[in-house]
Protein backbone atom coordinates (compact mmCIF):
# COMPACT_ATOMS: atom_id res chain seq x y z
CA UNK A 1 0.00 0.00 0.00
CA UNK A 2 1.12 3.58 -1.15
CA UNK A 3 1.28 5.38 2.30
CA UNK A 4 2.74 2.55 4.14
CA UNK A 5 5.96 2.87 2.09
CA UNK A 6 5.98 7.15 2.13
CA UNK A 7 6.37 6.18 6.06
CA UNK A 8 9.69 6.15 7.57
CA UNK A 9 10.01 1.97 8.22
CA UNK A 10 6.84 1.45 10.05
CA UNK A 11 7.23 -2.10 8.73
CA UNK A 12 10.23 -3.95 7.07
CA UNK A 13 9.89 -5.02 3.22
CA UNK A 14 8.55 -8.63 3.09
CA UNK A 15 8.00 -10.83 -0.07
CA UNK A 16 5.49 -12.62 2.70
CA UNK A 17 1.55 -12.07 2.27
CA UNK A 18 -0.87 -11.68 4.78
CA UNK A 19 0.99 -9.05 6.76
CA UNK A 20 -2.59 -6.69 6.34
CA UNK A 21 -5.44 -9.41 7.40
CA UNK A 22 -3.47 -11.16 9.79
CA UNK A 23 -2.85 -7.37 11.44
CA UNK A 24 -6.29 -6.63 10.95
CA UNK A 25 -7.64 -9.57 12.69
CA UNK A 26 -4.98 -9.28 15.29
CA UNK A 27 -6.07 -5.66 16.70
CA UNK A 28 -9.39 -6.06 15.67
CA UNK A 29 -9.52 -9.36 18.48
CA UNK A 30 -7.15 -7.69 20.86
CA UNK A 31 -9.18 -4.89 21.27
CA UNK A 32 -12.43 -6.35 21.17
CA UNK A 33 -11.31 -8.91 23.86
CA UNK A 34 -8.85 -7.35 25.63
CA UNK A 35 -8.23 -3.39 25.12
CA UNK A 36 -12.43 -2.34 25.29
CA UNK A 37 -13.14 -4.41 28.36
CA UNK A 38 -9.66 -3.01 30.32
CA UNK A 39 -10.69 0.30 29.28
CA UNK A 40 -14.23 0.16 30.57
CA UNK A 41 -12.29 -1.16 34.20
CA UNK A 42 -9.91 1.71 34.08
CA UNK A 43 -12.62 4.35 32.95
CA UNK A 44 -15.69 3.35 35.66
CA UNK A 45 -14.45 3.89 38.76
CA UNK A 46 -13.99 7.34 38.68
CA UNK A 47 -17.83 7.85 37.03
CA UNK A 48 -18.77 9.64 40.69
CA UNK A 49 -15.57 11.17 40.59
CA UNK A 50 -11.96 10.43 42.66
CA UNK A 51 -13.36 10.99 46.09
CA UNK A 52 -15.62 8.42 45.88
CA UNK A 53 -12.83 6.03 44.25
CA UNK A 54 -10.75 6.42 47.23
CA UNK A 55 -14.04 5.83 49.91
CA UNK A 56 -14.31 2.36 48.18
CA UNK A 57 -11.18 1.24 48.34
CA UNK A 58 -10.15 2.79 51.60
CA UNK A 59 -13.13 1.28 53.25
CA UNK A 60 -12.20 -1.09 56.19
CA UNK A 61 -14.03 -3.77 54.48
CA UNK A 62 -12.14 -3.56 51.24
CA UNK A 63 -8.77 -2.91 53.07
CA UNK A 64 -8.83 -5.87 55.04
CA UNK A 65 -9.84 -8.31 52.00
CA UNK A 66 -6.39 -6.68 50.13
CA UNK A 67 -4.49 -7.11 52.92
CA UNK A 68 -5.84 -10.71 52.66
CA UNK A 69 -5.64 -11.11 49.42
CA UNK A 70 -1.68 -9.37 48.99
CA UNK A 71 -0.71 -11.20 52.45
CA UNK A 72 -1.48 -14.28 51.86
CA UNK A 73 -0.29 -14.72 48.25
CA UNK A 74 2.91 -13.05 49.44
CA UNK A 75 3.65 -15.40 52.30
CA UNK A 76 2.06 -18.47 49.84
CA UNK A 77 4.64 -17.63 47.41
CA UNK A 78 7.45 -17.47 49.99
CA UNK A 79 6.48 -21.35 51.21
CA UNK A 80 6.73 -22.20 47.62
CA UNK A 81 10.10 -20.43 46.73
CA UNK A 82 11.27 -23.06 48.79
CA UNK A 83 9.56 -25.93 48.54
CA UNK A 84 9.39 -25.41 45.25
CA UNK A 85 13.26 -25.58 44.96
CA UNK A 86 13.20 -28.42 47.11
CA UNK A 87 11.05 -29.56 44.39
CA UNK A 88 12.47 -28.86 41.23
CA UNK A 89 16.20 -29.87 42.77
CA UNK A 90 14.72 -33.77 43.67
CA UNK A 91 13.07 -34.04 40.59
CA UNK A 92 16.33 -33.14 39.05
CA UNK A 93 18.83 -34.45 40.65
CA UNK A 94 17.71 -37.51 41.85
CA UNK A 95 17.18 -40.86 40.06
CA UNK A 96 14.18 -42.80 41.75
CA UNK A 97 11.28 -44.65 40.89
CA UNK A 98 8.14 -42.34 39.48
CA UNK A 99 9.97 -39.69 38.82
CA UNK A 100 8.79 -38.56 35.65
CA UNK A 101 4.96 -39.39 36.76
CA UNK A 102 5.94 -36.74 40.33
CA UNK A 103 7.68 -34.64 37.38
CA UNK A 104 3.95 -34.22 35.73
CA UNK A 105 2.12 -34.37 38.98
CA UNK A 106 3.48 -31.01 39.39
CA UNK A 107 1.45 -29.65 36.67
CA UNK A 108 -1.75 -30.53 37.76
CA UNK A 109 -2.67 -27.36 39.83
CA UNK A 110 -2.49 -25.74 36.30
CA UNK A 111 -5.09 -28.39 34.73
CA UNK A 112 -7.37 -28.85 37.63
CA UNK A 113 -10.16 -26.99 37.51
CA UNK A 114 -10.03 -23.93 40.92
CA UNK A 115 -14.06 -25.10 41.89
CA UNK A 116 -12.69 -28.85 41.81
CA UNK A 117 -9.16 -27.96 43.89
CA UNK A 118 -11.66 -25.51 46.25
CA UNK A 119 -14.04 -28.15 47.19
CA UNK A 120 -11.53 -30.85 47.88
CA UNK A 121 -9.16 -28.46 49.73
CA UNK A 122 -11.94 -27.34 51.99
CA UNK A 123 -13.53 -31.10 52.29
CA UNK A 124 -9.59 -32.17 53.54
CA UNK A 125 -9.06 -29.62 55.68
CA UNK A 126 -12.37 -28.91 57.95
CA UNK A 127 -12.68 -30.20 61.05
CA UNK A 128 -14.00 -33.45 60.13
CA UNK A 129 -11.79 -34.14 57.21
CA UNK A 130 -8.38 -35.89 57.17
CA UNK A 131 -6.25 -33.33 57.66
CA UNK A 132 -8.67 -30.34 59.34
CA UNK A 133 -9.44 -33.74 62.05
CA UNK A 134 -5.65 -34.32 62.72
CA UNK A 135 -5.35 -30.66 63.76
CA UNK A 136 -8.99 -29.95 65.28
CA UNK A 137 -7.55 -31.68 69.23
CA UNK A 138 -5.35 -29.34 68.90
CA UNK A 139 -7.53 -26.36 68.98
CA UNK A 140 -6.39 -25.65 65.55
CA UNK A 141 -8.86 -24.70 62.77
CA UNK A 142 -7.85 -24.46 59.39
CA UNK A 143 -10.72 -24.28 56.81
CA UNK A 144 -12.95 -21.05 57.07
CA UNK A 145 -10.04 -19.09 58.57
CA UNK A 146 -7.43 -17.23 56.78
CA UNK A 147 -4.82 -19.93 57.23
CA UNK A 148 -7.40 -21.90 54.59
CA UNK A 149 -6.53 -19.29 52.84
CA UNK A 150 -2.91 -19.37 52.59
CA UNK A 151 -3.50 -23.13 52.22
CA UNK A 152 -5.42 -22.51 48.88
CA UNK A 153 -2.94 -20.27 47.62
CA UNK A 154 0.05 -22.71 48.52
CA UNK A 155 -1.74 -25.73 46.50
CA UNK A 156 -2.15 -22.87 43.69
CA UNK A 157 0.93 -21.56 42.98
CA UNK A 158 3.79 -24.81 43.43
CA UNK A 159 4.09 -25.46 39.82
CA UNK A 160 4.90 -21.60 38.91
CA UNK A 161 8.25 -21.79 41.11
CA UNK A 162 9.29 -25.69 39.84
CA UNK A 163 8.65 -24.94 36.59
CA UNK A 164 10.54 -21.52 36.38
CA UNK A 165 13.71 -23.27 38.48
CA UNK A 166 13.53 -26.49 36.70
CA UNK A 167 15.29 -25.66 33.60
CA UNK A 168 17.99 -23.56 34.84
CA UNK A 169 18.43 -26.49 37.31
CA UNK A 170 19.15 -29.29 34.26
CA UNK A 171 21.32 -26.95 32.46
CA UNK A 172 23.47 -25.98 35.54
CA UNK A 173 27.03 -26.92 34.67
CA UNK A 174 28.22 -30.13 36.75
CA UNK A 175 31.61 -29.13 36.43
CA UNK A 176 31.35 -25.86 37.87
CA UNK A 177 30.14 -27.87 40.93
CA UNK A 178 32.37 -30.54 40.92
CA UNK A 179 34.80 -27.71 40.28
CA UNK A 180 33.73 -25.80 43.74
CA UNK A 181 33.63 -29.33 45.59
CA UNK A 182 37.24 -30.08 44.21
CA UNK A 183 38.44 -26.80 45.32
CA UNK A 184 37.58 -27.98 48.54
CA UNK A 185 33.95 -25.46 49.19
CA UNK A 186 31.85 -27.50 51.61
CA UNK A 187 28.27 -28.36 50.36
CA UNK A 188 26.78 -25.85 51.66
CA UNK A 189 29.18 -23.10 50.59
CA UNK A 190 28.73 -24.96 46.99
CA UNK A 191 24.98 -24.24 47.30
CA UNK A 192 24.62 -20.75 48.60
CA UNK A 193 27.66 -19.40 46.28
CA UNK A 194 27.75 -21.20 43.31
CA UNK A 195 24.22 -22.77 43.18
CA UNK A 196 21.82 -20.34 44.76
CA UNK A 197 22.96 -17.17 42.27
CA UNK A 198 22.47 -19.23 38.73
CA UNK A 199 19.02 -19.87 40.04
CA UNK A 200 18.07 -16.76 41.71
CA UNK A 201 16.35 -14.52 38.57
CA UNK A 202 14.55 -17.98 37.81
CA UNK A 203 12.95 -18.00 41.39
CA UNK A 204 12.53 -14.39 41.30
CA UNK A 205 10.40 -14.98 37.78
CA UNK A 206 8.51 -17.73 39.58
CA UNK A 207 7.90 -16.04 42.53
CA UNK A 208 6.71 -13.12 40.88
CA UNK A 209 4.27 -15.37 38.61
CA UNK A 210 2.67 -17.62 41.82
CA UNK A 211 2.69 -14.16 43.82
CA UNK A 212 0.28 -12.57 40.75
CA UNK A 213 -2.19 -15.31 40.18
CA UNK A 214 -2.73 -16.22 43.77
CA UNK A 215 -3.20 -12.43 44.24
CA UNK A 216 -6.61 -12.77 41.97
CA UNK A 217 -7.05 -16.29 42.87
CA UNK A 218 -10.70 -17.42 43.43
CA UNK A 219 -12.07 -20.64 42.95
CA UNK A 220 -9.67 -22.85 44.72
CA UNK A 221 -9.68 -20.42 47.80
CA UNK A 222 -13.44 -19.46 48.57
CA UNK A 223 -14.93 -22.79 49.53
CA UNK A 224 -12.06 -22.99 52.38
CA UNK A 225 -12.12 -19.32 53.42
CA UNK A 226 -15.39 -19.16 54.67
CA UNK A 227 -15.75 -15.79 53.53
CA UNK A 228 -16.05 -13.82 56.76
CA UNK A 229 -16.25 -10.06 56.20
CA UNK A 230 -13.39 -8.48 58.13
CA UNK A 231 -11.65 -11.78 58.78
CA UNK A 232 -11.48 -14.25 55.93
CA UNK A 233 -12.57 -12.22 52.82
CA UNK A 234 -10.63 -11.99 49.91
CA UNK A 235 -10.55 -9.12 47.49
CA UNK A 236 -11.79 -10.73 44.37
CA UNK A 237 -15.02 -11.82 46.69
CA UNK A 238 -15.46 -8.55 47.27
CA UNK A 239 -16.13 -6.93 43.81
CA UNK A 240 -18.81 -9.86 43.34
CA UNK A 241 -20.33 -8.23 46.53
CA UNK A 242 -20.13 -4.77 45.17
CA UNK A 243 -21.96 -6.15 41.97
CA UNK A 244 -24.79 -8.12 43.87
CA UNK A 245 -25.66 -4.67 44.97
CA UNK A 246 -25.15 -3.35 41.63
CA UNK A 247 -21.88 -1.26 42.60
CA UNK A 248 -20.34 -0.85 39.42
CA UNK A 249 -18.26 1.73 40.39
CA UNK A 250 -17.53 0.27 43.64
CA UNK A 251 -16.93 -3.28 41.69
CA UNK A 252 -14.80 -1.70 39.12
CA UNK A 253 -12.61 0.38 41.78
CA UNK A 254 -11.91 -2.31 43.56
CA UNK A 255 -10.90 -4.63 40.94
CA UNK A 256 -8.53 -1.37 39.78
CA UNK A 257 -6.73 -1.17 43.39
CA UNK A 258 -5.90 -4.66 42.66
CA UNK A 259 -4.52 -4.40 39.25
CA UNK A 260 -2.56 -0.98 40.94
CA UNK A 261 -1.40 -2.87 43.96
CA UNK A 262 -0.19 -6.18 41.93
CA UNK A 263 1.79 -3.62 38.91
CA UNK A 264 3.00 -1.83 42.18
CA UNK A 265 4.64 -5.13 43.79
CA UNK A 266 5.61 -6.76 41.10
CA UNK A 267 7.36 -3.86 39.91
CA UNK A 268 9.07 -3.47 43.61
CA UNK A 269 10.11 -7.48 42.91
CA UNK A 270 11.86 -6.80 39.64
CA UNK A 271 13.66 -3.50 40.92
CA UNK A 272 14.95 -5.82 44.10
CA UNK A 273 15.96 -8.17 41.63
CA UNK A 274 17.84 -5.77 39.82
CA UNK A 275 19.46 -4.20 42.62
CA UNK A 276 20.34 -7.61 43.69
CA UNK A 277 22.17 -8.98 41.18
CA UNK A 278 24.01 -5.37 40.93
CA UNK A 279 25.18 -5.78 44.35
CA UNK A 280 26.20 -9.54 43.51
CA UNK A 281 28.42 -8.38 40.45
CA UNK A 282 30.44 -5.52 42.17
CA UNK B 1 30.51 -28.49 29.49
CA UNK B 2 28.38 -31.02 30.37
CA UNK B 3 24.51 -30.44 32.10
CA UNK B 4 24.25 -32.55 35.37
CA UNK B 5 22.32 -36.13 34.81
CA UNK B 6 20.28 -37.63 38.01
CA UNK B 7 21.67 -39.78 40.14
CA UNK B 8 20.80 -42.29 42.97
CA UNK B 9 20.01 -40.30 45.78
CA UNK B 10 22.44 -41.29 48.91
CA UNK B 11 22.75 -39.54 52.55
CA UNK B 12 21.34 -36.05 52.90
CA UNK B 13 19.70 -36.53 49.40
CA UNK B 14 16.76 -38.71 50.84
CA UNK B 15 15.74 -36.12 53.26
CA UNK B 16 15.49 -33.93 50.15
CA UNK B 17 13.72 -36.05 48.23
CA UNK B 18 11.37 -36.88 51.09
CA UNK B 19 10.96 -33.27 51.67
CA UNK B 20 9.23 -33.16 48.06
CA UNK B 21 7.59 -36.20 47.70
CA UNK B 22 5.87 -34.94 50.87
CA UNK B 23 5.12 -31.40 49.72
CA UNK B 24 3.65 -33.03 46.49
CA UNK B 25 1.48 -35.48 47.52
CA UNK B 26 0.35 -33.00 50.37
CA UNK B 27 -0.32 -29.54 48.00
CA UNK B 28 -1.57 -32.34 44.52
CA UNK B 29 -2.07 -35.51 45.10
CA UNK B 30 -4.01 -35.67 48.15
CA UNK B 31 -6.58 -32.96 46.96
CA UNK B 32 -7.05 -35.13 43.79
CA UNK B 33 -7.84 -38.21 45.75
CA UNK B 34 -10.26 -36.63 47.56
CA UNK B 35 -12.14 -35.67 44.60
CA UNK B 36 -12.29 -39.40 43.59
CA UNK B 37 -12.77 -40.97 47.09
CA UNK B 38 -15.91 -38.13 48.08
CA UNK B 39 -17.14 -38.47 44.73
CA UNK B 40 -17.85 -42.44 45.86
CA UNK B 41 -18.32 -42.30 48.92
CA UNK B 42 -22.05 -43.75 48.59
CA UNK B 43 -20.90 -45.99 45.96
CA UNK B 44 -21.07 -46.32 41.68
CA UNK B 45 -25.00 -45.92 42.11
CA UNK B 46 -24.80 -42.83 44.02
CA UNK B 47 -22.27 -41.88 41.52
CA UNK B 48 -24.05 -42.01 37.90
CA UNK B 49 -27.18 -41.31 39.73
CA UNK B 50 -25.60 -37.75 39.45
CA UNK B 51 -25.48 -37.65 35.78
CA UNK B 52 -29.30 -38.27 35.63
CA UNK B 53 -29.70 -34.36 37.31
CA UNK B 54 -31.06 -32.74 33.73
CA UNK B 55 -29.22 -29.49 35.32
CA UNK B 56 -25.92 -31.47 35.33
CA UNK B 57 -26.49 -32.36 31.86
CA UNK B 58 -27.48 -29.03 30.78
CA UNK B 59 -24.28 -27.72 32.59
CA UNK B 60 -22.08 -29.93 30.68
CA UNK B 61 -23.82 -29.64 27.77
CA UNK B 62 -23.56 -25.75 28.17
CA UNK B 63 -19.37 -26.19 29.15
CA UNK B 64 -19.31 -27.93 26.01
CA UNK B 65 -20.93 -25.46 24.00
CA UNK B 66 -18.58 -22.50 25.18
CA UNK B 67 -15.48 -24.50 24.85
CA UNK B 68 -16.51 -25.14 21.34
CA UNK B 69 -16.72 -21.47 20.39
CA UNK B 70 -14.15 -19.96 22.54
CA UNK B 71 -11.31 -22.96 21.57
CA UNK B 72 -11.34 -22.14 17.60
CA UNK B 73 -11.66 -18.40 18.03
CA UNK B 74 -8.61 -18.25 20.10
CA UNK B 75 -6.75 -20.68 17.94
CA UNK B 76 -7.92 -18.37 15.00
CA UNK B 77 -6.53 -15.49 16.86
CA UNK B 78 -2.95 -17.48 17.68
CA UNK B 79 -2.59 -17.96 14.38
CA UNK B 80 -3.22 -14.76 12.84
CA UNK B 81 -0.79 -12.89 15.80
CA UNK B 82 1.89 -15.98 15.35
CA UNK B 83 1.97 -15.44 11.42
CA UNK B 84 1.91 -11.42 12.08
CA UNK B 85 4.83 -11.43 14.61
CA UNK B 86 7.01 -13.89 13.79
CA UNK B 87 6.85 -12.93 9.69
CA UNK B 88 6.82 -9.90 9.33
CA UNK B 89 9.34 -6.66 11.02
CA UNK B 90 7.11 -3.83 12.10
CA UNK B 91 6.50 -1.32 14.39
CA UNK B 92 5.08 -1.58 17.64
CA UNK B 93 6.06 -5.75 18.31
CA UNK B 94 7.11 -5.46 21.69
CA UNK B 95 3.38 -4.06 22.87
CA UNK B 96 1.58 -6.36 20.83
CA UNK B 97 3.35 -9.29 22.69
CA UNK B 98 2.98 -7.36 26.24
CA UNK B 99 -0.81 -7.03 25.74
CA UNK B 100 -1.27 -10.77 24.24
CA UNK B 101 0.23 -11.98 27.62
CA UNK B 102 -1.92 -9.13 29.54
CA UNK B 103 -5.18 -11.58 30.41
CA UNK B 104 -3.11 -13.99 32.07
CA UNK B 105 -2.33 -11.27 35.00
CA UNK B 106 -5.85 -10.19 35.28
CA UNK B 107 -7.76 -12.53 38.45
CA UNK B 108 -10.83 -14.43 36.87
CA UNK B 109 -12.95 -12.09 38.74
CA UNK B 110 -11.66 -9.21 37.29
CA UNK B 111 -11.84 -10.68 33.39
CA UNK B 112 -15.80 -11.31 33.68
CA UNK B 113 -16.39 -7.92 35.91
CA UNK B 114 -15.29 -5.91 32.84
CA UNK B 115 -18.09 -7.70 30.58
CA UNK B 116 -20.63 -6.64 32.88
CA UNK B 117 -18.95 -3.25 32.86
CA UNK B 118 -19.65 -3.18 28.85
CA UNK B 119 -22.98 -5.31 28.68
CA UNK B 120 -24.79 -5.14 32.37
CA UNK B 121 -27.70 -3.41 33.04
CA UNK B 122 -26.04 -0.54 34.10
CA UNK B 123 -23.22 -1.24 31.49
CA UNK B 124 -21.76 1.31 28.84
CA UNK B 125 -23.71 -0.49 25.83
CA UNK B 126 -26.62 -2.02 28.55
CA UNK B 127 -29.41 0.37 27.84
CA UNK B 128 -28.77 0.32 24.33
CA UNK B 129 -28.72 -3.68 24.06
CA UNK B 130 -32.02 -3.49 26.25
CA UNK B 131 -33.39 -1.05 23.73
CA UNK B 132 -32.53 -3.55 21.24
CA UNK B 133 -33.38 -7.03 23.28
CA UNK B 134 -30.51 -8.22 22.97
CA UNK B 135 -29.12 -9.92 26.47
CA UNK B 136 -25.74 -11.26 27.00
CA UNK B 137 -25.05 -11.11 30.51
CA UNK B 138 -26.87 -13.85 32.16
CA UNK B 139 -26.84 -15.65 29.02
CA UNK B 140 -24.48 -17.99 26.92
CA UNK B 141 -23.06 -15.17 25.05
CA UNK B 142 -21.51 -13.55 28.48
CA UNK B 143 -20.37 -16.92 29.30
CA UNK B 144 -18.45 -17.12 25.85
CA UNK B 145 -17.10 -13.64 26.06
CA UNK B 146 -15.72 -14.57 29.66
CA UNK B 147 -14.21 -17.79 28.84
CA UNK B 148 -12.42 -16.35 25.28
CA UNK B 149 -10.71 -13.94 28.03
CA UNK B 150 -9.50 -16.23 30.38
CA UNK B 151 -8.25 -18.30 27.82
CA UNK B 152 -7.10 -16.08 25.51
CA UNK B 153 -3.06 -16.31 25.31
CA UNK B 154 -3.48 -20.30 25.76
CA UNK B 155 -2.69 -20.97 22.00
CA UNK B 156 -0.60 -17.69 20.96
CA UNK B 157 1.94 -17.87 23.23
CA UNK B 158 2.53 -21.38 22.40
CA UNK B 159 2.84 -20.51 18.71
CA UNK B 160 4.76 -17.39 18.64
CA UNK B 161 7.65 -18.57 20.28
CA UNK B 162 7.84 -21.38 17.88
CA UNK B 163 6.98 -19.51 14.94
CA UNK B 164 9.96 -17.17 15.66
CA UNK B 165 12.50 -19.48 16.23
CA UNK B 166 11.93 -21.17 12.76
CA UNK B 167 11.80 -17.92 11.22
CA UNK B 168 10.56 -17.25 7.43
CA UNK B 169 13.44 -18.86 5.29
CA UNK B 170 10.79 -21.64 4.38
CA UNK B 171 7.90 -18.94 3.51
CA UNK B 172 10.13 -17.03 1.78
CA UNK B 173 11.15 -19.78 -0.15
CA UNK B 174 7.63 -20.89 -1.25
CA UNK B 175 6.99 -17.75 -2.34
CA UNK B 176 10.40 -17.82 -4.08
CA UNK B 177 8.70 -21.15 -6.20
CA UNK B 178 5.37 -19.45 -6.97
CA UNK B 179 3.61 -21.08 -4.05
CA UNK B 180 0.51 -18.78 -2.54
CA UNK B 181 -0.65 -17.97 0.70
CA UNK B 182 -2.92 -20.55 0.84
CA UNK B 183 -0.25 -23.43 -0.34
CA UNK B 184 2.03 -21.52 2.08
CA UNK B 185 0.27 -22.25 5.36
CA UNK B 186 -1.57 -25.44 4.50
CA UNK B 187 1.90 -27.04 3.23
CA UNK B 188 4.61 -25.77 4.65
CA UNK B 189 3.86 -23.71 7.95
CA UNK B 190 1.18 -25.88 9.09
CA UNK B 191 2.97 -29.29 9.21
CA UNK B 192 5.60 -26.65 11.12
CA UNK B 193 3.69 -26.05 14.01
CA UNK B 194 0.91 -28.96 14.38
CA UNK B 195 1.96 -30.49 17.28
CA UNK B 196 2.26 -26.77 19.54
CA UNK B 197 -0.44 -25.80 17.70
CA UNK B 198 -2.76 -29.25 19.18
CA UNK B 199 -0.77 -28.36 22.46
CA UNK B 200 -1.90 -24.69 22.70
CA UNK B 201 -5.40 -25.89 22.13
CA UNK B 202 -5.32 -28.79 24.70
CA UNK B 203 -4.60 -26.18 27.29
CA UNK B 204 -7.38 -23.70 26.15
CA UNK B 205 -9.66 -26.29 25.82
CA UNK B 206 -9.00 -27.45 29.63
CA UNK B 207 -9.07 -24.47 30.62
CA UNK B 208 -12.47 -23.32 28.77
CA UNK B 209 -14.03 -26.16 30.25
CA UNK B 210 -13.11 -25.74 33.61
CA UNK B 211 -12.94 -21.75 34.06
CA UNK B 212 -14.46 -20.64 37.60
CA UNK B 213 -14.40 -17.20 38.69
CA UNK B 214 -14.87 -15.06 35.70
CA UNK B 215 -17.93 -17.34 34.38
CA UNK B 216 -19.62 -16.94 37.81
CA UNK B 217 -19.42 -13.42 37.57
CA UNK B 218 -21.54 -13.13 34.41
CA UNK B 219 -23.99 -16.19 34.33
CA UNK B 220 -26.40 -15.12 36.84
CA UNK B 221 -26.33 -18.89 38.30
CA UNK B 222 -29.79 -20.20 36.24
CA UNK B 223 -29.78 -23.61 36.61
CA UNK B 224 -30.29 -25.58 33.68
CA UNK B 225 -29.79 -22.99 31.58
CA UNK B 226 -26.50 -20.66 32.44
CA UNK B 227 -24.60 -23.59 34.54
CA UNK B 228 -21.31 -24.37 33.42
CA UNK B 229 -20.12 -27.74 35.10
CA UNK B 230 -18.26 -26.12 37.46
CA UNK B 231 -20.46 -23.89 38.33
CA UNK B 232 -23.04 -26.42 38.80
CA UNK B 233 -20.57 -28.03 41.10
CA UNK B 234 -20.84 -24.95 43.32
CA UNK B 235 -24.21 -24.84 43.45
CA UNK B 236 -24.19 -28.64 44.42
CA UNK B 237 -21.82 -28.52 46.56
CA UNK B 238 -23.29 -25.19 48.51
CA UNK B 239 -26.93 -27.84 48.73
CA UNK B 240 -24.74 -30.10 50.68
CA UNK B 241 -25.05 -32.48 48.06
CA UNK B 242 -21.50 -33.68 48.27
CA UNK B 243 -21.66 -36.61 46.47
CA UNK B 244 -23.30 -35.24 43.38
CA UNK B 245 -20.79 -32.28 44.07
CA UNK B 246 -18.41 -34.62 43.58
CA UNK B 247 -18.95 -36.71 41.16
CA UNK B 248 -19.40 -33.65 38.81
CA UNK B 249 -16.07 -32.46 39.83
CA UNK B 250 -14.24 -36.10 39.07
CA UNK B 251 -15.57 -35.92 35.43
CA UNK B 252 -13.75 -32.07 35.64
CA UNK B 253 -10.73 -33.69 36.96
CA UNK B 254 -10.36 -36.70 34.88
CA UNK B 255 -10.52 -33.72 31.92
CA UNK B 256 -7.49 -32.30 33.38
CA UNK B 257 -5.41 -36.09 34.08
CA UNK B 258 -6.45 -36.64 30.59
CA UNK B 259 -5.78 -33.13 29.71
CA UNK B 260 -2.07 -33.33 31.58
CA UNK B 261 -1.36 -37.10 30.04
CA UNK B 262 -1.90 -36.35 26.49
CA UNK B 263 0.57 -32.69 27.24
CA UNK B 264 2.82 -35.03 29.00
CA UNK B 265 3.45 -37.43 25.88
CA UNK B 266 3.51 -34.27 23.36
CA UNK B 267 6.55 -33.11 25.65
CA UNK B 268 8.11 -36.21 25.44
CA UNK B 269 7.88 -37.48 21.99
CA UNK B 270 7.67 -33.77 20.02
CA UNK B 271 9.76 -31.61 22.57
CA UNK B 272 11.92 -30.59 19.32
CA UNK B 273 8.86 -29.34 17.79
CA UNK B 274 7.91 -27.37 20.69
CA UNK B 275 8.53 -24.61 22.03
CA UNK B 276 11.43 -24.17 24.71
CA UNK B 277 8.75 -21.53 26.84
CA UNK B 278 5.82 -24.09 26.13
CA UNK B 279 7.00 -26.19 28.84
CA UNK B 280 5.85 -24.34 31.45
Redesign the interface.
Known sequence: MAFSLSLP????P??????W???G??VS??SL??????A??IA?PWEHGGAEFLHTVTDPRVLASLRLSFGAAFLASAINLV?GL??A????????PG?RL?D??????????????????A??YAPNG??GSLFAPLGVKIAYTPLGVLIAL??VG?PFIV?SVQ?V???????V?EAARTLGAR?WQTIRQVILPAVAPALVTGFSLAF?RA?????SVI?IAGNMPMKSEI???L??IE?SQ?N?AG??SV?LA??IL?FIALLAINIGQLLFLRRGKR | MRASTPEKPKGAAWLVLGAAVLWLALTILLPLITVFVEAFRQGAAAYFAAFQDPDALAAIKLSLQVAAAAVPLNAAFGLSAAWLISKFEFVGKGLLLTLIDLPFSLSPVISGLVWVLLFGASGWFGPLLDKLGIQIIFSYTGILLATILVTFPFVARELIPLMQAQGADEETAAVTLGAGGGDIFWRVTLPNIAWALLYGVLLCNARALGEFGAVSVVSGHIRGLTDTMPLHVEVLYNDYNFVAAFAVASLLAGLALVTLAAKTLLEWRFSGELARSARH
Open positions: RLRESVLPGFPALFTYLIVLIPLALRMITWALVRYDFRLAAVDVPFALPTAVAGIALTLWIVALRPLQDLDAEERAVGEYGFAPLIILFYAAGMLS
